[in-house]
């Protein structure tokens, strides 16, 4: 099949490699072939730089060096600065999926921000490792897994700091091994142990710059899953990417993420193999999932929970709107399950149906009513566990939580920009309109009942129809699904 024919497989492509995508560009699609389609989607616009979302220099902030010899007010002053620091960053993102030309490269970076779950209480080290993982997410993964591990925030976060030569620290080792490369089982805890020896040594200054502490390195023979030598960590590294079940582990991931949560082992072989020869090209990969025929078969399309994150986004970047004050989003993120900066664990947010309990069924159900009628925020999030640091990290967690219940109860005050999404409509007959609505938000339109949209509908002029029919659809359990 050389061609997407139908608007369900073009959107499909849309949200599964994005947020969903306007009826104009949708309708641009349909006249142009797959392998088009797809070299603009992975491609994005040609030439031009990404837009940053730093929202601090390092300038901003007081001299880390002299942390020990702050006073109890300078201490408080810190967190609250790192506390706005994180929900700005936030704010920023969020605008940049909005926003973006090139959303595969934000809805990978989301991917990636999952797959490297970090949570550090410094907004100078969560800024550098979003931008790390920004500027390499359809990159080298090599690149990727190099510059992330070097990063100060994961340094920090797995405690590699305190990784010595006579007192190895083997959570980074650990991790780098089950959660960014082989995957659970598929490694010794010998390996584990030497591994932790070759990484000893590597830090970060007060700065957040990465640092090869030479003396505190253990320079002896390590023996590495079948390899032995003088290993340091980048030596560690080659060996993990030189493991074809490296390249399994992590086609598999993207394949639950962007394609099914149900693996086809046949398909996983294949795509890996082709990754592992690519050198780990990511682009690469991304386009032999997005130009194969089965992506687009009636079992994958419309089988997937949508994230809080991708939720959200996609609402608004189907209906322009701002809010008053920007930093709700992250009250929506938070009663969602997926609070930006904040994975639950090490491990990062499950997803699939982890998504969805009778609670934030309900509310999801409720957000597009919520936003596009400026309601009220009627509904308690849940508290973040500080459990995952002690001192100013728990703090700080305190400091966001108490953040989030002040939310509570205050109506969501947005200003919608219906314009260009009436406009869109502008070619569609009176009478088809509800059937185009729900064909471009929906995957699957089998269980919407039309009699029962034009029913609750305002018909008092077209633009209030268009208006009132795609919030009832977008308030469906079918809307929960890309």
């Known amino acids: 099949?050389?061609?997407?024919?139908?608007?369900?497989?073009?959107?499909?492509?849309?949200?599964?490699?994005?947020?969903?995508?306007?009826?104009?560009?949708?309708?641009?699609?349909?006249?142009?072939?797959?392998?088009?389609?797809?070299?603009?989607v992975l491609i994005g616009p040609v030439k031009k730089t990404p837009a940053s979302v730093d929202v601090v220099t390092v300038g901003d902030l007081p001299d880390y060096r002299r942390l020990k010899d702050m006073t109890p007010a300078e201490r408080k002053n810190l967190r609250q600065m790192n506390t706005q620091g994180i929900k700005d960053l936030n704010v920023a993102w969020m605008s940049a999926m909005i926003k973006s030309e090139h959303p595969l490269r934000e809805k990978?970076?989301?991917?990636?921000?999952?797959?490297?779950?970090?949570?550090?209480?410094?907004?100078?080290?969560?800024?550098q490792l979003l931008?790390?993982?920004?500027?390499?997410?359809?990159?080298?993964?090599?690149?990727?897994?190099?510059?992330?591990?070097?990063?100060?925030?994961?340094?920090?976060?797995l405690n590699n700091q305190q990784n010595r030569k006579q007192h190895p620290n083997e959570n980074f080792a650990r991790e780098v091994m089950e959660l960014f490369t082989l995957g659970r089982?598929?490694?010794?805890?010998?390996?584990?142990?030497e591994a932790a020896r070759s990484f000893t040594g590597w830090g970060f200054d007060a700065e957040g710059t990465f640092s090869f502490r030479e003396k505190q390195h253990d320079d002896g023979i390590k023996s590495?899953?079948?390899?032995?030598?003088?290993?340091?960590?980048?030596?560690?590294?080659?060996?993990?990417l030189d493991?074809?079940?490296?390249?399994?582990?992590?086609?598999?991931?993207?394949?639950?993420?962007?394609?099914?949560?149900?693996v086809d082992e046949e398909r996983i072989a294949k795509l890996s193999d082709q990754f592992y020869h690519s050198g780990y090209n990511i682009k690469s990969l991304m386009r032999d999932i997005f130009m194969a025929d089965w992506f687009y078969d009636n079992s994958i399309v419309g089988n997937r929970i949508k994230s809080p994150v991708e939720l959200l986004v996609g609402i608004r970047r189907a209906v322009p709107m701002t809010f008053e004050k920007e930093e709700t989003m992250l009250l929506f993120q938070r009663v969602l399950g997926q609070l930006l900066f904040y994975p639950p664990n090490v491990a990062g947010w499950p997803g699939g149906r982890n998504w969805i309990d009778s609670s934030s069924?309900?509310?999801r159900l409720r957000v597009p009513q919520v936003i596009l009628y400026s309601q009220a925020f009627n509904v308690m999030p849940k508290e973040l566990t500080p459990e995952m640091g002690e001192g100013s990290n728990y703090k700080m967690t305190l400091q966001i939580n108490d953040f989030l219940k002040r939310q509570f109860a205050k109506k969501v005050n947005a200003t919608i920009d219906w314009t260009p999404y009436i406009q869109s409509f502008?070619?569609?007959?009176?009478?088809n309109l509800a059937n185009e609505i729900a064909g471009l938000l929906l995957q699957q339109t089998n269980n919407i009942n039309k009699s029962l949209l034009e029913k609750y509908a305002d018909s008092s002029s077209r633009e209030n129809y268009i208006k009132t029919v795609t919030i009832d659809v977008m308030s469906t359990p079918e809307y929960q699904l890309c």
């Not at 990978?108 to 800024?127: E, V």
């Not at 089982?185 to 142990?193: H, L």
């Not at 493991?243 to 149900?262: D, H, L, M, P």
Request: glycine fraction near 8%; include cysteine.
């Open 1 to 40: 099949m050389a061609e997407v024919a139908h608007k369900n497989q073009l959107q499909h492509l849309a949200w599964r490699a994005g947020f969903g995508e306007t009826l104009p560009v949708i309708s641009d699609w349909e006249s142009r072939r797959r392998k088009e389609i797809v070299n603009k």
């Open 361 to 363: 069924l309900m509310f």
């Open 108 to 127: 990978m970076s989301l991917f990636w921000h999952g797959h490297f779950a970090c949570r550090t209480q410094n907004i100078l080290f969560n800024q």
């Open 243 to 262: 493991q074809k079940q490296t390249a399994r582990f992590i086609t598999t991931k993207i394949y639950k993420y962007f394609v099914s949560e149900t």
């Open 426 to 431: 502008s070619e569609v007959p009176r009478e």
């Open 224 to 240: 590495l899953l079948g390899k032995e030598g003088n290993f340091n960590g980048d030596d560690v590294l080659k060996i993990l």
């Open 185 to 193: 089982g598929n490694y010794s805890e010998k390996d584990v142990k």
């Open 131 to 157: 931008g790390v993982i920004r500027d390499h997410a359809l990159g080298d993964f090599g690149e990727l897994l190099s510059a992330v591990s070097k990063s100060p925030a994961m340094l920090q976060f």
